[in-house]
């Protein structure tokens, strides 16, 4: 097995993009000759992992027992105490405890297939929760919160320094002149809806950490090219 | 799906057959494009699942709101009188009635007639018992199931074979399959929403689970404290414009992430995906307002009297969401096997009948009212009847071998009264009328035809009714 894995893992045809390209699509819409990979969206799993890895907040401890991540406000039905040690919760999705009458609503809500019954191929959908998780779940809004400290530790005080910073953290890749634009007239703009007006250095950071978790949100984010 | 699933021959067998090569082949073919289309929801619409689809057949009902009495309510003393109990009190079932093997074991206790006083109801001479006194002045708007049987002798199987048509876990539930078929009518709200009123529903969310059909496809367990649905407001920190402002930012680098990839269309439904969680986030507070339906409509639900406020709450909840475009609506009276009286039929059967009449009655005054009662199907019923012998001296065991069930709106034809039990009310005998027929209806009375929905799941072509369904056809023609 490991030899065929490697066989198709490392052939060109398994390692190509998910570019476009006009002419092979006229030829072969369906794209029954392989000629790209098809553009895929991450896993609940993978995205949560991404998620944390990004933020700096992904504890990579391996082994031992499955972890009880908390649960959010009002879920009550078949709902479990969280695992006393709060690092742990941080684990690895892999780690993540799985009762088969409650799924972690954010591995859920990315399509965890039914816990009932054996899952040949997932499904992946693309719904109004997902978006609604992203924008207002405590653990999106904590990862934001993090990764912007991390920008900020990075580069300090220059708007453009964080953007590019920010962008080779979360794509690996620096922005471009137009993406540029776009994060430092959104840093223009953004600042006088931030509420708590305490100090320019807090609003300066919670616009950040808003910048930053519109990068997670991004489809840029999710899906592999 | 993608077209392309990386696994498929250019032509596999399957497709040649289906796709055809003579003759009979142009026939199978045009006689399957149909369930092809719908076969295939991400194919045929990546961009919203959830678009509206056209039905199979003209549709006489727009919306479903099931009343789940979970538990078991006893057909014998609500809808299913049986005077023979009376001359067979206090003796054993009859040996013509062969072996019975109940979930408790209790098939060598004696029989037990019900309490309650009987009366034929409205110009139909609907058969109500005293429990159902309010639900009774509406004998003319229902029709009467009374040969219902199942397959299930425990709650967790029985419930989610009412749900899904099987005991075992992992199907799609019908309010899933009703999604997949038709889409949604209100793209702001969720188009398949469970309201428990008491405790967490028998084998949990496997009964409005989307088995092997998307996960988009679910049901959703409305909240009772705070927002209905999960992460619908914006956290306390976070103001209207500065939400919004991100939203902005969000549709920005969206686009730019798609603008080289027109052909994707994922990319375009992330986009509209947050455009339809903002709307959502008005739409759904709104939905769940009680405060501008009037005293008077609450009182019509029971809402003002502490033994029906929280079953009437749901019920008018139920109303304002079909009114809403919401396609399939389940409330659970009694979540939690509130109805399971395996002893003292009187009290337990007494609260819950006190605690569901009212408002099942002002659900249906209410519908009539608004002219809403043509166009949405309700349905009543539990996941099986009891047992005409006794258990524990005052209670009843399961009976799924013969229960009562009852639709009323959405295009039945009321006043009937179809299917007999046995002269005990043990099992159904004369037109039996299996889960499968009742979903296969429930579908029809949609717009769907139960053969031709369709998902190809582990190599099979899916349907809801399984390998079975037959419709009831006398209950719209």
Partial sequence: MKHMHRLIMSSSTYRQSSNFRPAAAEKDPANQLLWRYERRRLEGESIRDTGLSVSGLLNPELFGPSVRPPLPKGVAEGAWKSSPDLASHHRRSIYTFLRRNNLYPLLDVFDMPDTHLSCGRRGVTTTAPQALTYLNSDQTIDWARSFASKVLAAAPSDWKAQVDEAYRMAYSRPPSPAERDTALTFFEQHQSTIADKQSSAQVHAAVLADFCHALFDSSEFIYIN | ?477
């Avoid at chain 2, 060598?108 to 309490?115: A, D, E, G, I």
């Fill in chain 2, 1 to 477: 799906m993608k077209p392309n699933e990386h696994s498929r021959a250019l032509r596999s067998r399957r497709d040649f057959l289906l796709r055809g090569t003579g003759l009979d082949g142009l026939a199978l073919s045009s006689l399957l494009s149909a369930e092809a289309a719908l076969a295939a929801p991400g194919g045929a619409n990546a961009v919203n699942p959830l678009a509206s689809k056209p039905p199979h057949h003209a549709p006489t009902a727009k919306s479903v709101i099931w009343l789940f009495m979970e538990g078991g309510p006893s057909h014998i003393d609500l809808f299913d009188p049986k005077p023979a109990l009376e001359r067979l009190a206090g003796q054993p079932v009859p040996p013509s009635y062969g072996k019975i093997v109940t979930a408790m074991g209790t098939a060598n206790n004696t029989l037990m007639p019900s309490k309650r006083k009987w009366k034929q109801y409205g110009q139909s001479g609907l058969w109500v018992s005293d429990w159902y006194s309010h639900m009774a002045k509406h004998a003319d708007d229902l029709t009467l199931l009374r040969s219902c049987w199942a397959d299930g002798l425990n709650h967790v199987g029985s419930v989610c074979q009412m749900n899904t048509g099987s005991i075992l876990g992992g199907r799609p539930s019908m309010g899933a399959w009703t999604q997949y078929g038709l889409g949604a009518a209100n793209q702001d709200l969720p188009a398949f929403v469970v309201l428990a009123d008491e405790k967490p529903v028998t084998g949990g969310p496997k009964n409005w689970s989307s088995g092997f059909l998307p996960a988009t496809y679910q049901g959703t367990l409305f909240r009772r404290d705070g927002a209905p649905i999960l992460y619908l407001d914006n956290p306390e920190s976070v103001s209207a414009k500065q939400q919004r402002s991100k939203l902005d930012l969000i549709a920005t680098l969206n686009r730019q992430f798609a603008a080289d990839k027109p052909e994707d269309t994922d990319l375009q439904a992330r986009l509209n995906s947050y455009e339809l969680a903002y709307r959502m986030q008005a739409a759904a507070p709104e939905a769940v307002d009680l405060s501008k339906e009037s005293d008077e409509t609450k009182r019509l639900y029971g809402i003002d009297e502490p033994h029906t406020a929280k079953y009437g709450t749901n019920l008018l909840l139920a109303r304002r969401l079909v009114e809403r475009g919401v396609r399939f609506v389940e409330a659970y009276s009694g979540s939690g096997s509130m109805w399971d009286s395996h002893t003292d039929m009187e009290g337990n059967h007494g609260k819950m009948c006190r605690s569901s009449d009212k408002p099942i009655a002002g659900l249906l005054s209410d519908l009539k009212a608004r002219g809403l009662l043509d166009e949405t199907l309700v349905v009543w019923g539990g996941e099986f009847g009891r047992t005409p012998f006794y258990e524990a001296g005052d209670g009843r065991d399961h009976n799924p071998w013969g229960f009562s069930m009852w639709m009323a709106g959405g295009g039945v034809k009321p006043g009937q009264t179809i299917g007999t039990t046995d002269e005990i009310g043990l099992r159904a005998v004369d037109r039996p009328i299996h889960v499968h027929d009742i979903h296969a209806t429930i579908l029809h009375l949609l717009g769907l035809n139960h053969l031709q929905l369709t998902y190809l799941h582990n190599g099979r072509s899916e349907r809801p009714t399984l390998v079975a369904g037959n419709l009831i056809q006398e209950i719209y023609s």
